[in-house]
């Protein structure tokens, strides 16, 4: 695995006529075992790690089974992630071709040419022809930003729950709601038991944001009339939001930042498609969609 001490013996290799030469001088694994005929990409004790191959005319540099790296003879580099995003897979581009590659937004993200370019779909293609390397088939990308003033307004609708669950907060010692509260309200799960030996609360799943029914159903119970419904809404913000406290302690608390985080959550989930404005972003230009979770 990669670490602060990247001891991998890769070579760098900055177009295809470098792999080509690189596969065709490096010498193959021995012996029968597992990485027996493998093309060692660095030293050759980690050639189960990194290795090459040729699939007809373009070279194929791995990182774990995965093609990472796959360099065409029409100066064509093909970048993949596998399908999934790692520091890994980031640490391994960055040693094979001469730029830089880290992971934002949780996507991989190269460094060309003072530009910063996420892959989509999970590969992106430069061409490298001409000595110089050009990101390929880039599109502007998106992020939503908030309207102040319309997410004030929405906001203005939720004022009384939150005053109803600060008060519901400062009638409780340390400012915390015990688990066996939420037995009370919300039964207990059949056969398990906390750290103490008391009964497990069977609290419903938190809210998916994403699920404009999830959210519409706590909502729901948020603008109820009904102060058991409202208490219901805190017991499960609280459980999803806040921070978990075990042993003697055995329930949930809540910081004022995390029910702020918390409502903005719920509140601009539900009303989204007022709240948020989407903005283009420059292509070579990589900014982070703090909302994201949202959609």
């Given at each position: 695995?990669?670490?602060?001490?990247?001891?991998?013996?890769?070579?760098?290799?900055?177009?295809?006529?470098?792999?080509?030469?690189?596969?065709?001088?490096?010498?193959?694994?021995?012996?029968?075992?597992?990485?027996?005929?493998?093309?060692?990409?660095?030293?050759?004790?980690?050639?189960?790690?990194?290795?090459?191959?040729?699939?007809?005319?373009?070279?194929?540099?791995?990182?774990?089974?995965t093609p990472v790296v796959t360099y065409h003879p029409n100066e064509i580099i093909e970048l993949k992630n596998g399908g999934w995003t790692s520091s890994t897979t980031a640490n391994f581009i960055s040693e094979v071709l001469p730029f830089g590659c880290r992971i934002s937004n949780s996507k991989l993200v190269v460094s060309v040419r003072a530009g910063e370019y996420a892959f989509e779909s999970g590969q992106l293609q430069i061409d490298a022809s001409g000595g110089t390397y050009n990101v390929m088939h880039q599109k502007p990308t998106y992020v939503h930003k908030v309207d102040r003033k319309q997410a004030n307004i929405v906001r203005s609708q939720y004022t009384d729950f939150i005053k109803f669950f600060n008060g519901m907060m400062k009638l409780r010692e340390n400012n915390m709601v015990k688990e066996e509260e939420y037995v009370a309200v919300f039964g207990a799960i059949k056969g398990m038991v906390n750290h103490g030996g008391k009964p497990r609360a069977d609290i419903p799943s938190d809210v998916a944001l994403r699920n404009a029914e999830q959210v519409d159903e706590l909502i729901g119970l948020m603008q109820s009339v009904d102060p058991q419904d409202r208490y219901k809404a805190c017991l499960r913000i609280l459980k999803q939001w806040g921070k978990r406290h075990y042993w003697r302690d055995d329930g949930y608390s809540i910081t004022p930042n995390a029910l702020k985080r918390a409502m903005n959550d719920l509140i601009f989930a539900k009303h989204k498609d007022v709240v948020f404005k989407v903005e283009e972003v420059e292509v070579g230009t990589i900014r982070k969609n703090l909302w994201a979770h949202l959609f």
């Open positions: 695995m990669y670490g602060y001490s990247r001891n991998t013996g890769i070579k760098r290799l900055r177009n295809y006529n470098e792999a080509l030469q690189h596969f065709n001088e490096a010498t193959p694994i021995r012996g029968k075992g597992t990485n027996a005929g493998k093309l060692p990409l660095g030293y050759r004790h980690r050639a189960g790690e990194f290795y090459m191959q040729k699939r007809g005319d373009a070279i194929e540099c791995y990182c774990y089974r």
